[in-house]
C-alpha cells in the first residue's frame, strides 16, 4: 500500500525567504503526486501533480516540486515566500491515478513579516 | 477541472439529530465520489467511496449506519450522519474520482458542529 510521510507538522519561514515543505512516498508501483493547499475551513486546492512526465513540475503561486525516485521523495519548495502562502499543505499519493488519493499527515507553513 | 459544489459549508446541530451533506457535480458525471474526514488539525482520512447506483464502500472503522451515504444520480451524492454525537464533530469533504487531467477536485468542504 501506498502512503507518504511529511517532515514537520509546522514550518516557518520568513517573508521573501525560501520555502522548503518534505514529502516522501512509500509505493510499490510508480506513484503519482499531488501537493495540495488548504486555507482554513475550506477544500483542497491543487497545488500540482506528478504523473510520470516531466520530474521538475511547476504549479501555481511560484510552487514547484521535483521528483526523485532515488529519493522516493516529492519535496515542494517556493523560492520566496509571501504572506499569503501561511497554509496547511498536504501531499498525496495515488497509485493508480484514480484511486482515492493517501495523505500525508500535513504541514502547516507561517509566514514572518 | 471538475467542478464540485458542497453544501452546506457550516452546520450546528443538537445532539441526536441527523445531518444532511450534499455534493454536486456541476460540469461532469461523477460515477464515484470519495468522502473524506478531517479531523482538528489533522490530515483527510477517506470515509468510504459512493458509486452511483450501488452502495458505497466503507473503510474499515466507519459506522456505515451512522455514515449514510446515497448515490442516486450521477450529479449528487449525499452524506447523512445519523444520530449525531459531538464526536461526530469534524470537517467534512467528497471529492469525485478523478483523473490525472482533472488532478482530483475537492469541494469546500462541510464543517460539522453536535452540541
Known amino acids: 500500500a501506498q502512503s507518504v510521510t511529511q517532515l514537520g507538522s509546522h514550518v516557518s519561514v520568513s517573508e521573501g525567504a525560501l520555502v522548503l515543505l518534505r514529502c516522501n512516498y512509500s509505493?510499490?508501483?510508480?506513484?503519482?503526486l499531488f501537493w495540495y493547499v488548504q486555507y482554513p475551513n475550506q477544500g483542497l486546492q491543487l497545488l500540482l501533480k506528478?504523473?510520470?512526465?516531466?520530474?521538475l513540475v511547476k504549479g501555481i503561486n511560484g510552487f514547484e516540486a521535483e521528483f526523485k525516485k532515488s529519493e522516493t521523495s516529492f519535496h515542494l519548495t517556493k523560492p520566496s515566500a509571501h504572506m499569503s502562502d501561511a497554509a496547511e499543505y498536504f501531499c498525496?499519493?495515488?497509485?493508480?491515478?484514480?484511486?482515492?488519493?493517501?495523505f500525508g499527515k500535513g504541514t502547516r507553513l507561517s509566514v514572518i513579516a | 477541472g471538475a467542478v464540485v459544489s458542497q453544501h452546506p459549508s457550516r452546520v450546528i446541530c443538537k445532539s441526536g439529530t441527523s445531518v444532511k451533506i450534499e455534493c454536486r457535480s456541476l460540469d461532469f458525471q461523477a460515477t464515484t465520489m470519495f468522502w473524506y474526514r478531517q479531523f482538528p488539525k489533522k490530515s483527510l482520512m477517506l470515509m468510504a467511496t459512493s458509486n452511483e447506483g450501488s452502495k458505497a464502500t466503507y473503510e474499515q472503522g466507519v459506522e456505515k449506519d451512522k455514515f449514510l451515504i446515497n448515490h442516486a444520480s450521477l450529479t449528487l451524492s449525499t452524506l447523512t450522519v445519523t444520530s449525531a454525537h459531538p464526536e461526530d464533530s469534524s470537517f467534512y469533504i467528497c471529492s469525485p474520482k478523478g483523473s490525472l487531467s482533472s488532478g482530483y477536485t475537492f469541494g469546500s468542504g462541510t464543517r460539522l458542529t453536535v452540541v
Open positions: 509505493s510499490s508501483v510508480p506513484p503519482y
Open positions: 506528478y504523473t510520470s512526465a516531466a520530474t
Open positions: 498525496a499519493v495515488s497509485d493508480q491515478g484514480n484511486t482515492p488519493l493517501v
